[in-house]
């Protein structure tokens, strides 16, 4: 099984799998990951095939990423008039999420007592894995945490962000697409997608915004209120 073709097949196949399964139950939390990550592990560890080789094999799927994340400027670009009537909003709640995000993970931090390590590895978790890597490195937290992190946001969000969409009577696509941009990037972005295109278009800025507010947000506020 030691060959890229095998391992690109267990990638899509199992995640087409865990689609599958989803759509067979209708079980919204019954996320495509849940059984496509567990599957893909269980694999790794009876055939000895180690994650830098199956990482490596899976190259082709990571550089897709990158025109994945562009082609939602194209989604912006449909929806750019929603999006300039609502500007202002966007940028105060984007704000205010990231300013949310990382208070929270601070004072959590401080009633468990817990070592300024794990806040300066937890504040970033609503970004992306690449920007919350770099923001955590330069504060000297745990950059594995960190990533850790931002995939169990990423995968709550997905999995949890309509239920409390509808709990919080959140009736605005606009305020959908902000809600699970802002705190479950990617994941969150997939799922705003299918919710609509005008969800899709604002959470994808979302994204974008919360990476550039996070990135000034976080060090201003251990500089603020250090951890010791």
Known sequence: MHNVPMMLALTLGSYLAGVWVRNRTRLSLL???????????AVLK?????????????????FMLGPSVVSLGLLMYDHL??????????????????????????????FFRLDSIFS????????????AMDITAS?????SLAAVSVILCGFIGAVFGPLFIRMFHIGTSVGKGLALGC??????????????????????????LMGIM????????????PLQ
């Open 31 to 41: 996320h495509p990951f849940l059984i496509c990550i567990p599957v893909i592990v």
């Open 46 to 62: 009876c055939t000895g095939i180690s994650s830098g080789y199956y990482m490596e094999s899976n190259k082709m799927i990571d």
């Open 81 to 110: 008039e929603t999006i300039r009537k609502h500007l202002l909003s966007i940028l105060v709640s984007v704000f205010t999420g990231s300013a949310v995000g990382v208070g929270s993970v601070y004072l959590l931090c401080r």
């Open 120 to 131: 300066r590895s937890l504040e970033a978790k609503s970004v992306t894995t690449p920007i």
């Open 139 to 143: 504060l000297g937290g745990n950059v």
């Open 183 to 208: 705190c479950s990037h990617g994941l969150g972005t997939s799922k705003a997608i299918e919710m609509g295109a005008v969800e899709g278009a604002v959470s994808g800025l979302a994204i974008a």
């Open 214 to 225: 996070t990135a000034l947000v976080v060090p201003l506020f251990n500089l603020i209120f």
